[in-house]
């Protein structure tokens, strides 16, 4: 199964599986959760719905901000990350646009231009971007994991797997990270590294803000001929006709 097929089979899962999520777990008070028109509530929603899924919740939030206080650019640079993250990488685009241009550009803000682009495979126009941003000195060190993850996904995009998963390994020697993961794990199965890949996303899969990573586990165990334990891992995790989907099941 081409790799292309297994981001399809999780955009089709996730649909199906994620709705709304709470913010359990997350320290706001009832303030912060009201907003109050302050950015500082705003953020802490925004930060909180990035860290459980609940995008629509953070983007509501940041829509809130920019409607009173339009020149947040730091307000700009997180909506544009939650909108890429909920799966609208063009909606980003037009979010950070005002943003990227001339001479005055956030590296934050660039950064965020390159991982949308990426979000709808666009590798080529991403990559001078970052490459303009790697090494410069000015950015704070998690935008350059953020620039060097990209870079990774950029290699990755463009078929030089060997060179993608050196820099998601070089990134995990420094900090173990479960987007790290996840990344190298999907370029190990596309290099038919299917061990490899099991260990590096074994980690995750029990993590229920990673269930894509169960279901490309489950994806590398049926690519081994293990069928019986790739239907273990998604039982009760996925409904059963999206786990015949994953495992090619005929209709």
Known sequence: MPRLTIVTILALTLAALTGCRGLSGSKLTTNQLLGLGDWPGNQAIMRAAENTGNYDLGLDAG?????????????????????????????????????????????????????????????????????????????????????????????????????????????????????????????????ENYDEALSVLRPLIDSPRYLEARIMAAAALNRKRDN????????????EREINRILGVPK
């Open 63 to 191: 829509q809130r901000e920019l409607e009173t206080r339009p020149d947040n650019k730091e307000a700009r640079v997180y909506m544009a990350k939650l909108q890429t993250m909920a799966g609208r990488p063009e909606q980003a685009l037009y979010t950070i646009e005002p943003i990227t241009s001339g001479a005055d550009a956030l590296p934050a803000a660039l950064i965020e231009k390159a991982r949308a682009l990426l979000r709808q495979g666009f590798p080529l126009e991403a990559r001078p971007i970052l490459q303009s941003l790697a090494g410069t000195g000015g950015l704070s060190r998690e935008e350059e994991r953020s620039v060097q993850k990209l870079l990774g996904i950029c290699e990755d995009q463009e078929g030089r797997r060997s060179e993608a998963q050196a820099i998601f390994r070089q990134l995990l020697l420094e900090k173990d990270e479960p987007s790290v993961r996840y990344n190298l794990g999907g370029s190990l199965i596309s290099s």
């Open 228 to 239: 019986k334990g790739a239907r273990e891992l998604l039982e009760g995790y996925v409904p």
